[in-house]
């Protein structure tokens, strides 16, 4: 009889899986919760710890997408499929988030997270709304489009404003287009260098990504625990039940449409989908997604005008939250909205959602608006919320980013530039030959096969 071991299953390998950057966020949360757990005063000291990994990601995002929108612009050489890239990307944004907010609506009515509320009815605080949303404002339609024009184009990289920097980029790619790019090749040399270096220095902030992960579970368990769960159990159930109901629509979608599976997707941007849940924005992660995009046959063109453009047009997840929490404030005071008043909720959260996107406490102002505008709920019911914000933020965060990520290869797939091959490989592990196996991070790419074969 043969005494020699059995092999390992093919495809797992133990030392693969221990060097993923997924692995070592998930440890990281998982100790950060002990810790959180353990010593709770220390959630002030670990959201600063988080606040500056996103504070760092931010710092490159604005040049990023410039960069990355100018060369994609100027080697597709074809302004009117720029122009067509935008607007399939607005039609599906607009289609896609109407029909989340009527979801959550149709959910919350289904439902009734507010009925017979476990945490009472406390007083209607309105200043504490007003203290969480750091007295912002949200801009209206008129406002929202004339905030897209910066003021200078040193302002809108300054102020990191996305939306601006993207109108910059357009201009300036579509500038590099008609000058020529035999006439302008050291302009065009030098955005996509700066961008090599760009992403280098992505890859350097990564790698503190388990520090920020760790920091921000530890705040998140330290500073809410689980005694939130007891009072909002019903509207978080809700949340996450039909958030998981939309999803697996966009994987039909995503199927139907371009022929790919949303859950290999999934475990193709595992890590980043990890790190945007323990640091609760999908900002933190949006550089890797669009090397993660690129890298599965969605061109520059696209990657580069759909993703940044969906963060403040595209939040489903936001949407879905919205909708929901509304007829939770609502039951919970004890008003019974009408199809009437609900229709009317859909139109002004349609409006005021597409003002959210960097603004401190967006969802408080968009629900107070809301509420004001229907004349039947009082708006310091906005308050019943903020225990349960917090808890929401991984249903948002994942969910907005899905829904960004299925609309770059939906609208790939539209143009007919999308690489099916190419994306079926990546989703596997397999790199083309001729690109080195390496991420953005610049470090040798983990083996996808480790943990889906």
């Not at 092999?7 to 002990?34: D, I, Q, Y």
């Not at 475990?267 to 990890?274: I, N, P, Q, S």
């Not at 900002?283 to 599965?296: C, F, T, Y």
């Not at 539209?414 to 397999?430: N, P, Q, S």
Request: glycine share 10%; charged share 10%.
């Amino acid at each position: 009889m043969s005494t020699t071991a059995q092999a390992p299953p093919a495809g797992f390998r133990p030392a693969a899986l221990l060097r993923s950057p997924f692995f070592h966020v998930v440890l990281a949360l998982v100790l950060g919760a002990v810790v959180g757990e353990v010593w709770p005063a220390s959630a002030e000291t670990f959201q600063q710890v988080a606040n500056g990994f996103l504070k760092l990601i931010k710092m490159v995002i604005s040049p990023l997408v410039f960069c990355v929108v100018v060369t994609g612009i100027a080697k597709a050489g074809d302004l009117k499929a720029v122009g067509r890239i935008g607007l399939k990307a607005l039609i599906r944004f607009e289609a896609v988030t109407t029909a989340a907010l009527v979801f959550g609506l149709l959910v919350g009515n289904l439902v009734q997270p507010g009925a017979g509320f476990a945490g009472g009815h406390p007083v209607l605080d309105e200043g504490a709304v007003d203290a969480k949303t750091a007295d912002n404002h949200l801009p209206g339609v008129t406002g929202f489009f004339l905030d897209i024009i910066p003021t200078s184009a040193v302002g809108a990289f300054a102020e990191n404003k996305l939306l601006q920097v993207l109108l910059l980029a357009v201009l300036c790619g579509a500038a590099i287009v008609h000058v020529g790019r035999e006439r302008a090749p050291l302009v065009l040399n030098l955005v996509d260098q700066a961008a090599e270096v760009i992403f280098k220095i992505v890859g350097y902030v990564m790698k503190l990504a388990p520090v920020a992960a760790f920091a921000s579970a530890a705040y998140l368990i330290g500073q809410y625990g689980l005694q939130a769960l007891s009072s909002y159990g019903k509207l978080i159930a809700a949340c996450y039940g039909s958030a998981l109901l939309f999803v697996l629509v966009l994987a039909v979608l995503l199927k139907v449409l371009t022929g790919l599976s949303l859950w290999r997707f999934l475990v193709y941007a595992r890590a980043e989908f990890t790190l945007a849940v323990a640091t609760a924005s999908s900002e933190s992660v949006l550089p890797r997604i669009m090397q993660k995009l690129r890298g599965a046959g969605c061109p520059e063109s696209t990657t580069g005008l759909v993703l940044p453009t969906g963060y403040s047009f595209n939040l489903d997840g936001a949407s879905i939250y919205l909708s929901i929490a509304l007829l939770f404030m609502a039951q919970a005071v004890g008003v019974d909205l009408t199809l009437g008043q609900q229709a009317v909720a859909v139109l002004v959260l349609v409006l005021t959602s597409k003002g959210m996107a960097g603004i401190p406490g967006s969802a408080f102002l968009a629900l107070s608006a809301t509420v004001t505008a229907l004349h039947v709920v009082p708006v310091g019911a906005v308050a019943l919320l903020l225990a349960a914000d917090r808890l929401m933020d991984t249903m948002r965060v994942v969910t907005n980013l899905l829904g960004n990520c299925v609309a770059t290869f939906v609208v790939a797939r539209w143009e007919g530039v999308l690489d099916a091959d190419a994306a079926r490989a990546a989703f596997l592990g397999k790199t083309p030959a001729a690109d080195p196996a390496v991420d953005a991070a610049g470090t040798p790419a983990e083996p996808e096969t480790a943990l889906t074969s």
